[in-house]
């Protein structure tokens, strides 16, 4: 997407002016319409059959006759982002490695160009825009804040898991998973355990027992990285053995199940803390 000016107050009068005859809406973007009321313009989505099973229509933003743009939208994928980004003028993406321990991945660039700065993208952010439709001022933007885990509950989580995961450990060693994870590696994703799996909330850590480290192996199921069939070795691209993938698997697969856990008795025992950065 080329990254264009925004619409002015005097661009929405414009082009709301040609929609048809009789009609209270003009849309645009494919997949937005816009309304005026109270000398106000909205925009307002409806999302696409395949986006979401919430086709409910999302409001997006707004502009008053002051070029004052309010976003609304939760930017939750990147249709909406790019929507976002001709609202404004400025991109609005998510970047969850430079940011992921913040309270919002979702920036907003602070200039024209990536290497400017980003601003965090809250709901209710309001931008004035320029008559020629640049970006003057960010009127109400939120400081950045990290959310992190408190040092103490890091030291105190890691040892009182320690006895799970070294059960997980050990009975993946054994064999006990080889089904499901030889399953996977083949390409299926339809093995189901024959056994009832507990939620994450209803694992005991503390004193734990096989189904215990089973709903962590199958949680990491959900999610871990599967390792690639082929790969360099000593220089050359060959085939990896199975017994090396699987065990790199379970690898990923523990790690993903454990960071679940932990993350669930982080939010259990009011282990995260703001920090402004």
Sequence with gaps: MRLTKAPTYADY???????K????????????????????FTVVRTPKWWESQNTAPQMMW???PFNIVTLYA?????????????AIGRWVYSDQA????????????KTTCYSGGSIPYHMGLQVQLTPEGEVGSFINPRKDVKILVKKDAIKTVSTSTARLRKLTITMARMGVFDEATTKRLDGSYSFVPDVVIKQVSDI???????????????????CAITPPQSGFVDGQWTR?????????????IIESGMKALRKHIYEETNSYERVEV
Excluded: W
């Design 13 to 19: 009068v414009a082009t709301f002016a040609r929609r």
């Design 74 to 86: 939760e930017p939750n994928n990147i249709t909406i982002r790019n929507r976002l980004t001709r």
């Design 240 to 252: 990896i053995p199975l017994e090396e993938r699987r065990k790199t698997y379970h690898r990923n």
């Design 62 to 64: 707004a502009i008053d």
């Design 21 to 40: 005859k009789g009609s209270d809406t003009k849309p645009i973007f494919r997949d937005c319409q816009i309304h005026f009321a109270n000398d106000i």
């Design 204 to 222: 005991n850590y503390q004193d734990p027992l096989g189904e215990d480290a089973e709903a962590v192996f199958y949680r990491g199921m959900d």
């Design 98 to 109: 430079k940011h992921k321990t913040k309270e919002s991945a979702v920036r907003i660039n």
